[in-house]
């Protein structure tokens, strides 16, 4: 059956960017794209943090950075520091950026293994241009910004979502999706295929379509409350369930830092998120380890102005789908799955979910090869993803609670359990079938958290010599030479994108 009629239950953030992008098919074809929201449903209201690939989706859509950052009040984002996270006291950074660059085919950490062994003092951070611009709060785009004929800075923003959002929903109104007020009731499906044909709203109208594309949040309206498609449980991996957010002003003064901070508490961490205007902040726990009183008293003590909102608690279970996309219905963003925002994935999954939707879609028809090739990457994106994840908590020396003596002792996947090793006992990191987190990330982040190399590539073993030593002092030096001539963040943020 033809596709004529998409119909998007949904428009937080994962309904308008699916719009946004599904629009840009309108255009020479007979084609009727519309969306359902609920204003008294609301959004879940979080959701702020992104990282590079959000930076692509973006250009693809043809929106402008500058426009993007003014109307969403956004800032850059460089990376994540993690604190009190391996340790209590200690904290590192996730840069977006590789360290150093390949010398003769092999990975830099393991050449700065090798002199690290031979007693080169340097911290692997010197050799990373994120890390570097992180720490002294500095930021520039690209060559065009600073004087240093130097590759890229690897970023990604930091928004205000709903103010996103609207812009998108602009974005795609202009482009003809039709936007309907209103909340679904019913669901009916055909009595043969058991495809959906049509919801219903609170006023009765009937809306029949030929795809759904359900953003309809954690209640999954169509995946999971119409087709029942099942959902797979992380929790004894991701045990965090519950969250309190509160935006803060920024009175203490402070110039808004180009990353995200995480810090981890007795039971869970808390996200600082900061935009031009105010301050994210919220507080992810684990409700079996901690009462909603005592995660708000933690987060009202460690913000960093004042509230500006009341206390949004939300409840959630780490997992996903078993298939995001089940007959004629494809479940982007809360309603497809969740895993905690330790890594900003969310957003992400939800700019993979819709490329690869855009990319494999025919507006013939839907066939089992879409809907099979569609579910086998997604699941293996969130199964890569949701490894890195659970590294944070199994990788720890913290034994002050209940909470990190249940994660360290755990059982993972046999993946990251590989993985794990692997990189303890050789330096070695396979980044397997396109995941997302490269060699950098999972070595910034194995070795942030107390996993130690213990060897290296051997080949990095003929490497040596004062020509060697130039060529690791000049990735320094470059790096130190390109940080010290981009301005300060804020000062950056100011010129370029400041809000609305
Ligand atoms: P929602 O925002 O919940 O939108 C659901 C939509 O469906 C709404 O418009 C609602 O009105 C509509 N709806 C529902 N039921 C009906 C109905 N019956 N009739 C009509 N309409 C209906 N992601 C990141 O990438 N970075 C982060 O830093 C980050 N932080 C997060 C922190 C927390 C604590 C949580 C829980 C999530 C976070 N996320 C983050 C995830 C991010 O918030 C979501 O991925 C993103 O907002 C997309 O949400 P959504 O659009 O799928 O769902």
């Known amino acids: 059956m033809a596709i004529r009629r998409i119909v998007i239950v949904g428009g937080g953030t994962a309904g308008w960017m699916a719009a ?17 929201e609920s204003e008294q449903i609301g959004t879940i209201g979080v959701g702020e943090a992104t990282i590079p690939p959000f930076v692509q989706f973006n250009k693809l859509l043809e929106i402008d950075e500058r426009e993007m950052l003014a109307a969403s009040k956004g800032t850059f984002k460089l990376g994540i520091q993690f604190v009190n996270w391996g340790k209590q006291g200690h904290n590192y950074f996730h840069p977006f950026g590789a360290y150093g660059y390949e010398i003769d ?7 700065w293994h090798k002199l690290r062994s031979e007693g080169d003092p340097r911290p692997i951070q010197v050799f990373n241009a994120e890390t570097m611009a992180a720490m002294f709060q500095r930021f520039a785009r690209t060559a065009d910004d600073h004087p240093a004929d130097l590759p890229p800075i690897n970023y990604a923003y930091h928004i205000d979502a709903g103010r996103y959002a609207a812009l998108l929903r602009k974005y795609a109104e ?71 957010a509160i935006p803060c002003n920024r009175d203490d003064g402070s110039p808004p830092a180009p990353y995200t901070r995480s810090t981890a508490w007795s039971a869970g961490w808390q996200w600082q998120v ?7 902040n919220g507080h992810v726990y684990c409700a079996e380890f901690m009462e909603n009183q005592e995660a708000l008293d933690i987060l009202l003590a460690n913000l960093a102005g004042k509230p500006l909102a009341d206390p949004n608690f939300l409840r959630f279970v780490s997992g996903r789908r078993k298939k995001f996309w089940n007959r004629n219905v494809v479940a982007i963003g809360l309603a497809a799955g969740f895993m905690e925002p330790l890594e900003s994935t969310s957003i992400h999954l939800v700019n993979t979910a819709i490329t690869k939707l855009v990319s494999v879609l025919s507006l013939d028809g839907i066939t089992p090869t879409q809907e099979n090739a569609f579910n086998r990457l997604s699941g293996r994106e969130y199964d890569r993803i949701r490894d890195f994840i659970i590294l944070h908590y199994k990788a720890t020396s913290r034994d002050d609670s209940p909470f990190w003596d249940y994660c360290r002792n755990m059982s993972i996947p046999d993946t990251l359990e590989e993985k794990i090793e692997l990189f303890r006992q050789t330096g070695q990191v396979f980044r397997e079938e396109d995941e997302l987190f490269t060699e950098t990330s999972w070595a910034a982040v194995m070795m942030g958290q107390g996993i130690a190399m213990e060897g290296h590539n051997p080949m990095t073993d003929r490497l040596g010599g004062s020509d060697l030593k130039r060529e690791i002092d000049g990735i320094e030096q470059s790096i130190r030479y390109m940080v010290n001539a981009m301005p300060a963040h804020e000062q950056f943020v100011k010129a370029y994108c400041p809000a609305d």
């Open 105 to 111: 085919g092999i990975s830099f950490h393991h050449v």
């Open 20 to 36: 946004a992008a599904l629009s840009r098919l309108k255009a020479g074809h007979d084609l009727s794209i519309e969306l359902i």
């Open 174 to 244: 202009v482009r003809g999706v039709v936007r309907r007020e209103g909340m679904v009731v019913d669901v009916a499906l055909d009595g043969e295929s058991g495809f959906v044909r049509s919801v219903t709203m609170n006023d009765g109208q009937h809306i029949d379509g030929d795809l759904f594309v359900d953003c309809s949040g954690f209640r999954g309206l169509l995946i999971e409350q119409a087709l029942e498609t099942g959902y797979e449980d992380w929790s004894h991996w991701l045990p965090c369930n519950r969250a309190v």
């Open 274 to 280: 900061p935009l031009q205007h105010r301050n994210g």
